[in-house]
């Protein structure tokens, strides 16, 4: 069976980008796409280092977390990521982990080539759209595939909980991840 990892990039375990991940999750697992999301909560997600050593060992060099990760994302056909905008930016760790990330599936087999997805940026008020941009270089520069939809996928939130109530984003993120699954499966 197909599947999409969705991974969360804030530290709340239960916040609004977490919550936002699981409801793609039900759109995704009812067009008959297996779905997970992972979340970067709890975690340390160090920034690469350039040692390289991914193009030898195949896998990262810095063991926190990450490569458990890389392993999921390998066997997906889909990659979801969803970031908490902090300072008019995606949340640093979710940086890095795409960076290493990518960096793994460059030195390695690629991956990340032809996976369907994109990004999801939340915040309360300022900077989803550079976020949004931001993230879409990773997938970009990584051979990936990236649907539309109605709108760009921004979602308003502050206090967990607020970006549920976000209706035309939270439509735009589920046509969005709707799209990810029926591609998923055109491709398969
Ligand atoms: C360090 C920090 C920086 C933030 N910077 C912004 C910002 O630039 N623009 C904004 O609209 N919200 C900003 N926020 C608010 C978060 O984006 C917002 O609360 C979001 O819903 C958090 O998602 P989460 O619940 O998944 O962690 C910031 C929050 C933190 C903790």
């Known amino acids: 069976m197909e599947k999409v990892i969705l991974l969360s990039g804030s530290p709340r375990a239960k916040g609004n980008t ?11 697992a009812n067009e008959g796409v297996e779905a997970e999301v992972i979340s970067l909560a709890g975690k340390k997600i160090e920034g690469c280092i350039a040692c390289y050593k991914c193009r030898d060992t195949k896998k990262c060099s810095l063991d926190d977390g990450l490569n458990e990760i890389i392993d999921k994302i390998r066997t997906a056909q889909g990659l979801i990521v969803g970031a908490p905008v902090y300072f008019g930016t995606p949340r640093g760790d979710l940086m890095n982990a795409l960076q290493r990330i990518g960096m793994v599936s460059r030195g390695t087999d690629k991956f990340l080539s032809w996976k369907v997805g994109g990004p999801i940026a939340i915040a309360r008020r300022g900077g989803l759209s550079t976020s949004y941009q931001e993230m879409l270089m990773f997938y970009f520069i990584n051979d990936m595939i990236v649907p539309g939809a109605n709108y760009w996928n921004l979602v308003f939130g502050a206090q967990p909980g607020d970006a549920l109530q976000d209706a035309e984003g939270m439509d735009t993120v589920k046509q969005f991840s709707s799209n990810v699954a029926k591609l998923v499966k055109k491709l398969s």
Do not use: G, R
């Open 18 to 28: 977490a919550q936002v991940l699981e409801e793609c999750k039900k759109v995704i």
